[in-house]
């Protein structure tokens, strides 16, 4: 059974650092695309970030290109989102997914067919 869980999210302030992790069961991520989505309240859900399967190629939205890194551990069969230097208006719901293909180029929503349940990020002083 596909499963994906992430973790990590919480409260912090502006210009700090999170690390949020998805864990995947029941599938070897490293074969397949992996992105990051986020919610925030009265807005559509948005790509954040995607890493390729096999040569973990890292694709970012603009708005976070600099500030935020994907990566990939095997072993684990998690993907990691470092979160640096973070704003308030990065305050979302968290989710990753997985698109059962092996790179990011040209994917969008309705390409990830399974997706976790999402983990909280806020932002605020």
């Known amino acids: 059974q596909v499963q994906l869980v992430e973790s990590g999210g919480g409260q912090v302030q502006p210009g700090e650092s999170l690390r949020l992790s998805c864990t995947a069961s029941?599938?070897?991520?490293?074969?397949?695309?992996i992105g990051w989505f986020r919610q925030a309240p009265g807005k559509e859900r948005e790509g954040v970030s995607c890493?390729?399967?096999?040569?973990?190629?890292?694709h970012y939205e603009d708005s976070v290109q600099g500030r935020f890194t994907i990566s990939r551990d095997d072993a684990r069969n998690t993907v990691y989102l470092q979160m640096n230097n973070v704003r308030p208006e990065d305050t979302a719901i968290y989710y990753c997914?997985?698109?059962?293909?092996?790179?990011?180029?040209?994917?969008?929503?309705?390409?990830?067919?399974?997706w976790g349940q999402g983990t909280q990020v806020t932002v605020s002083s």
């Open positions: 890493i390729s399967g096999r040569d973990a190629a890292a």
């Open positions: 997914a997985v698109a059962f293909t092996l790179f990011c180029h040209g994917l969008g929503p309705h390409d990830y067919k399974h």
């Open positions: 029941g599938f070897t991520l490293d074969y397949y695309a």
